[in-house]
């Protein structure tokens, strides 16, 4: 809620032990910049059903247009998170960027769930 224009879109997978997360945000400074301004993270790793906390290395998109051959989007490596999970309705993301236009930033978001909770999670 602090961060509005921002989102964290996670995907967990327990049965294929996979997690993804897609991370819309902006580089430092970076709000008032329009397009130039916005950055695209996004993280994916193994995870354990049950697992509360699971580390994934970040990646930094750039380029690409939508529906066009080219030029494509380049991924990079530029750090690593950690999503901490108290329920099924609360989060926090720890992250510490290496490289990229955000090399240097660190700190924890805490994110809420914006749609209903699944039946299937239990708190």
């Not at 991370?23 to 397009?35: M, S």
């Not at 509360?52 to 998109?61: A, D, H, N, P």
């Not at 750090?79 to 236009?101: E, N, R, V």
Request: proline share 7%; net charge neutral.
């Amino acid at each position: 809620p602090a961060t509005s224009g921002q989102g964290v879109t996670i995907e967990a997978k327990p049965a294929s032990n996979v997690l993804f997360l897609a991370w819309y945000t902006y580089a430092p400074n970076g709000a008032a910049a329009g397009e130039a301004g916005q950055r695209w993270y996004t993280g994916q790793a193994p995870m354990v059903a049950g697992a509360r906390t699971i580390g994934v290395q970040l990646y930094e998109t750039t380029g690409g247009v939508l529906d066009a051959a080219t030029p494509g989007p380049a991924s990079v490596v530029v750090g690593t998170g950690t999503l901490a999970f108290q329920s099924c309705s609360a989060a926090t993301l720890s992250f510490s960027f290496t490289a990229g236009s955000s090399a240097g930033k660190s700190g924890t978001i805490p994110l809420q769930r914006v749609g209903p909770v699944p039946q299937s999670c239990a708190q």
